[in-house]
């Protein structure tokens, strides 16, 4: 059990480059959810899903998609980077149900030049 | 939706009780307050949760008012590894789900 994993750890992009941030648990959750924590500050929501099929933007969401194909991975794309952009970004995950709690990857740097 | 506010900082000695204050004023009925850590650069860490009873694990204890309007989070023997950023968390409902938002949270400094 792998609990939440988040690929890659450190990435540096050229700014107008296009990336991938891979999330992929195993636990069978429903709920899925980006967000990004910039230096000295909280995390904010970038965009969820509540389950395979279904995702819904956050408080952050221009400049990035997402899609849910399976239950298990939950891919973050950004279409053109900008400096903006360069945060420390975290995939979660939870069953369905409110009142569970959620699991946290361990991150992801990004860099925008 | 319902927000939450904490202090920016607190400092606690090792060994003793830390009281982590949040108030959500605005919650609504169906609502849960959660919390979580972040110790520094590591994802955030699940510790607690309740609706309207004081909840206790094995982290920690939580303390809701009778009006639910505020909450505190105990950890009843702070040990350095608990230096942290503590989020205070208002679970939030929405159309087909759930949604979860964080503030900018509490920084505990547990000293020796």
């Known amino acids: 059990n792998a609990g939440v994993t988040q690929t890659p750890k450190f990435q540096v992009l050229k700014t107008g480059q296009s990336m991938t941030l891979q999330c992929a648990q195993d636990?069978?959750?429903?709920?899925m959810s980006w967000y990004r924590q910039d230096p000295g500050m909280g995390l904010r929501l970038i965009h969820y899903s509540v389950g395979a099929g279904i995702t819904d933007q956050g408080e952050v969401p221009n400049g990035y998609n997402v899609s849910r194909s399976t239950t298990e991975d939950f891919p973050l794309r950004l279409l053109s980077a900008a400096p903006s952009q360069t945060s420390v970004y975290f995939c979660?995950?939870?069953?369905?149900?409110?009142?569970?709690?959620?699991?946290f990857g361990s991150g992801t740097r990004l860099t925008v030049v | 939706d319902a927000k939450t506010t904490q202090p920016t900082s607190m400092d606690c000695a090792e060994g003793r009780a830390a009281n982590l204050p949040c108030n959500h004023s605005t919650i609504s009925g169906n609502e849960y307050v959660y919390w979580y850590r972040q110790i520094h650069s590591q994802g955030p860490q699940y510790i607690i949760h309740?609706?309207?009873n004081n909840e206790t694990n094995e982290m920690a204890s939580l303390i809701i008012t009778e009006d639910r309007k505020s909450s505190t989070l105990i950890l009843p023997h702070a040990t350095l590894r608990d230096t942290a950023v503590y989020y205070c968390i208002v679970r939030v409902p929405n159309t087909g789900g759930f949604k979860t938002i964080f503030g900018a949270g509490t920084r505990l400094f547990v000293k020796a």
């Open positions: 309740g609706l309207k």
């Open positions: 636990m069978n959750h429903e709920y």
């Open positions: 979660a995950s939870s069953y369905g149900r409110a009142h569970y709690g959620y699991t």
